[in-house]
Nanobody, 125 residues
Framework: QVQVVESGGGSVQPGGSLRLSCAASGFTLDYYAIGWFRQAPGKEREGVSCISSSGGSTYYADSVKGRFTISRDNAKNTVYLQMNSLKHEDTAVYYC??????????????????WGQGTQVNGSS
């Protein structure tokens, strides 16, 4: 069973940093693309960043380019999202999601089948 678990959320002052982790359970991460999504109250879930199964392709939403970095460590079965220069508008629940690499086309929620429970990020403590 494909499961992913997020960790690393919290509250930081504007300009601060957090690193989110997405740990895979029950499957080998090597063959899966991973996406990070976020949902703020009253808003739709949006794609933040995605990484292909090989790590050779990455996508970033315009709002986070230059501030967030996605990376993967297949040996640890984990994908990371390093978030720097956090802003108030980054406040949201952040979700990671997995899809088989052969199915990955766009960094949108409908592409991903397996979702974590989410971790809260507050950029305005």
């Amino acid at each position: 069973q494909v499961q992913v678990v997020e960790s690393g959320g919290g509250s930081v002052q504007p300009g601060g940093s957090l690193r989110l982790s997405c740990a895979a359970s029950g499957f080998t991460l090597d063959y899966y693309a991973i996406g990070w999504f976020r949902q703020a109250p009253g808003k739709e879930r949006e794609g933040v960043s995605c990484i292909s199964s090989s790590g050779g392709s990455t996508y970033y939403a315009d709002s986070v380019k230059g501030r967030f970095t996605i990376s993967r460590d297949n040996a640890k079965n984990t994908v990371y999202l390093q978030m720097n220069s956090l802003k108030h508008e980054d406040t949201a629940v952040y979700y990671c999601a997995a899809t088989h690499g052969l199915l990955f086309r766009l960094c949108v929620p409908s592409t991903f089948a397996s979702w974590g429970q989410g971790t809260q990020v507050n950029g305005s403590s």
